[in-house]
């Protein structure tokens, strides 16, 4: 019996020992987590002001974070008029662009012109930015063919959707 008892012992202070680093794990995990997205939730939350002021956006759809030469925060969604807009917004904080949307392409339209011509790649991400003072749709691909490594980057004009730059196997 008495061997007994110490096994009970063992197994509840192994319990309580996995219980703690497992503990220790999620607690870690989740600071490192809000750490690591501070950054995002900044520059949206800054992007959605900027674009109350310049375009009375009241409600916002989607956020995306351009990089090319510069760095571009997007923000779409709807004025107090209903009037879908798209407003490009430099790190910078300056030449603040805004564009309706219903003059250019949506994303699911950019997705499918670059899927329309690359058939074999599978669309990854897109985004709205700046290249050379021309709002465009960043549109990043994967090869779906197993000897290609590396993404592939479309740029498109948001207005016609005209190709503007292609990057392969970067």
Request: charged share 30%.
């Amino acid at each position: 019996m008495p061997d007994n008892d110490k096994r009970e012992k063992y197994k509840v202070t192994a319990l309580f020992a996995i219980s703690m680093v497992l503990l220790f794990i999620i607690f870690f995990s989740i600071i490192f987590y809000i750490r690591a997205s501070r950054p995002m939730r900044q520059a949206r939350q800054e992007a959605e002001e900027i674009a109350e002021e310049y375009a009375n956006i009241d409600t916002v759809d989607d956020f995306y974070w351009f990089t090319r030469e510069e760095t571009y925060f997007t923000v779409m969604g709807r004025d107090e008029d209903d009037r879908a807009l798209a407003v490009i917004v430099p790190q910078s904080g300056d030449r603040v662009t805004v564009e309706e949307q219903s003059e250019g392409l949506s994303e699911q339209e950019a997705r499918q012109a670059v899927l329309q011509e690359h058939e074999n790649e599978t669309v990854e991400k897109a985004s709205l930015g700046m290249v050379d003072d021309t709002p465009v749709w960043e549109v990043v691909t994967t090869d779906d063919n197993e000897d290609t490594v590396g993404s592939n980057y479309y740029l498109l004009q948001f207005q016609d959707g005209e190709e503007v730059k292609t990057l392969r196997d970067i």
